[in-house]
Nanobody, 123 residues
Framework: QVQLVESGGGLVQAGGSLRLSCAASGRTFSSYVMAWFRQAPGKEREFVAAIRWSGDRTYYADSVKGRFTISRDNAKNTVYLQMNSLKPEDTAVYYC????????????????WGQGTQVTVTN
């Protein structure tokens, strides 16, 4: 099992930036997909971005493309989500997730989840 711990959430004004971190431990991750999801009150959990531990290809939801960047630091077993040009509609709890596969899914069929970190964007 993989343990995931998110950090970096907070309160920011529209147009601002935040960087989320997800520290992973417990396994070797070469065959994993790592992803960020978010869930706003009263809404379903939705895909934000994904990356494999090996390779450089990244995947994004249309709603964040061009504003968010997912990256990883293999030496630190950490995945990041840089969020720029934030909008009030980005307000949600953001979750880090791990999937024991090289197949990227945009549905929340992931094996391990972090506890989530709150991101609030105000006007």
């Amino acid at each position: 099992q993989v343990q995931l711990v998110e950090s970096g959430g907070g309160l920011v004004q529209a147009g601002g930036s935040l960087r989320l971190s997800c520290a992973a431990s417990g396994r070797t991750f070469s065959s994993y997909v790592m992803a960020w999801f978010r869930q706003a009150p009263g809404k379903e959990r939705e895909f934000v971005a994904a990356i494999r531990w090996s390779g450089d290809r990244t995947y994004y939801a249309d709603s964040v493309k061009g504003r968010f960047t997912i990256s990883r630091d293999n030496a630190k077993n950490t995945v990041y989500l840089q969020m720029n040009s934030l909008k009030p509609e980005d307000t949600a709890v953001y979750y880090c997730a791990a999937r024991r596969s090289l197949v990227v899914l945009t549905t929340p069929d992931y094996d391990d989840w972090g506890q989530g970190t709150q991101v609030t964007v105000t006007n």
